[in-house]
């Protein structure tokens, strides 16, 4: 119990740190661009009624997910092909390492030439930048197979489909979900980009029409919400990691505990 009240408040200290600073900071101010904190958090139920909820933020988190598991499928076959194999990897590795230097936000006005101006263009935006993150980590996560499992199951005669299923993937789990994790954090990024492209709904496209409006506080409680958004959306994550990777994260204590 006592860890987890430490665990909670070291959790907690920061963001109310944060926000006591930014209170105090702000109160008081007649700048139309910073308003004071207690002004946008007046506003901010006003504004996030559940019919903006339904409209503008579900949309956008249904974009979202569909980008990020076609990135995270993407990434983790691609990446399991080119970690395993040696002639694979150095075929595509220069074409990965030009294509990965490419910011994925350029490459709006490419995607909307090819998939239109509808979500499947916003999707294609959010899946072409998580997948980098995903398919890189797949690739070391594969390659660093220890070589000693790797002989075990060929003398046991696990090949194949077996073998990716109870080796591979496995071992490579650790820095898969690493790569899964970054993503998330770029995809977030991407869809309010993807979203101020020709949209008419989503969390994007309503922080723009508020800045246009000189709804100030309206386009502040609309940053909160995109970070109250990235906020759960990790927490969930690291919940679905630790059960995932709950052999991993338990030998890694046993570890720390042997002497």
């Not at 000189?214 to 609309?222: E, L, N, Q, Y």
Request: with cysteine; aromatic share 8%.
């Amino acid at each position: 119990m006592r860890g987890l009240v430490v665990r909670l408040f070291l959790a907690l200290a920061l963001p109310a740190l944060l926000v006591a600073v930014w209170w105090l900071a702000s109160d008081g101010s007649t700048n139309v661009y910073w308003p004071p904190l207690r002004t946008v958090l007046a506003a901010f139920p006003d504004v996030w009624t559940g019919e903006r909820l339904r409209g503008d933020v579900l949309p956008s988190v249904v974009r979202l997910a569909g980008g990020y598991a076609a990135a995270a499928v993407a990434g983790v076959a691609l990446g399991t092909v080119i970690g395993t194999h040696r002639r694979v990897r150095a075929v595509c590795e220069p074409v990965l390492e030009f294509l990965r230097a490419v910011p994925p936000p350029v490459l709006v006005p490419v995607v909307m030439l090819f998939a239109g101006i509808g979500d499947a263009m916003k999707v294609a935006v959010i899946a072409s930048g998580c997948v980098w993150p995903v398919l890189l980590n797949t690739v070391e996560g594969v390659r660093a197979l220890d070589a000693v499992a790797a002989e075990t199951a060929r003398s046991y005669g696990i090949t194949g489909a077996a073998r990716l299923r109870h080796l591979v993937l496995p071992s490579a789990a650790p820095q898969i979900f690493a790569g899964l994790r970054q993503a998330l954090s770029v995809g977030i990024v991407l869809m309010v980009i993807s979203e101020m492209f020709a949209a008419s709904n989503g969390l994007g496209f309503t922080i723009v029409q508020f800045q246009r409006g000189f709804a100030i506080p309206d386009m502040w409680t609309g940053i909160l919400l995109l970070g109250l958004l990235g906020f759960v959306l990790s927490v969930v994550f690291r919940l679905l990691e630790r059960r995932a990777l709950g052999w991993y994260h338990g030998l890694r204590a046993s570890s720390r505990r042997s002497p």
